[in-house]
């Protein structure tokens, strides 16, 4: 059984992290209008600092997100044919310790929305290098480089800066939406 890494943020669920930062703001921005990877990034030097002060000892992002359109019905589709495993990074580089507690959210998260994946297959980590899986799917071209016969990227706003030619050099494709993950893994030879 061919396995599969899964992303969670802007992959399986989205939107609590601009919602933290736009209750912190004061402001109404939308998922379009973020370009950056890290939504913070809109923010001067100065207020990012003390937003992340803030954002670690006050926020669960989990309690508001929401879930991407058919991606819970999708991966229990595919947990039937694929071994899955849910691969999140919880280490903020600028906020080690901190971003501890974010592991405790992403695990509560995963194990409470899709009872279908067994808990020792939820992997936590720092950087995704270490998993080596056939098929992976993701929001960030990064953690799509190097080993994989498939590579997915989840068409966000921060990742369209990418071509289709230079994601082609990378064996990467660009998917839109999870009907079309559905179509690809499950809809041909690829199990």
Not at 36 to 64: A, C, G, S, T, W
Not at 125 to 153: F, P, R
Not at 155 to 175: A, M, S, W, Y
């Amino acid at each position: 059984m061919k396995r599969v890494m899964i992303d969670l943020d802007e992959t399986i669920c989205t939107g609590g992290y601009l919602e933290a930062v736009n209750r912190y703001l004061h402001t109404n921005y939308k998922e379009n209008e973020i370009e950056h990877y890290y939504v913070e990034d809109v923010m001067n030097p100065e207020e990012k600092e003390r937003f992340l002060d803030y954002f670690y000892k006050n926020v669960n992002i989990y309690k508001e997100a929401k879930i991407i359109p058919d991606s819970l019905r999708v991966i229990e589709a595919l947990s039937h044919h694929y071994d899955i495993y849910i691969t999140t990074a919880f280490v903020d580089k600028r906020r080690v310790v901190e971003s501890a507690i974010m592991a405790q959210y992403k695990y509560q998260w995963i194990v409470e929305n899709m009872p279908y994946i067994d808990p020792k297959k939820i992997v936590l980590t720092g950087s995704k290098d270490i998993v080596m899986c056939e098929i992976k799917i993701d929001d960030k071209v990064a953690n799509l480089k190097g080993y994989g016969e498939i590579k997915l990227l989840l068409d966000q706003p921060h990742n369209q800066k990418f071509t289709f030619e230079e994601l082609e050099i990378l064996g990467i494709r660009r998917v839109y939406d999870w009907v079309q993950i559905e179509s690809i893994l499950l809809g041909s030879e690829e199990k």
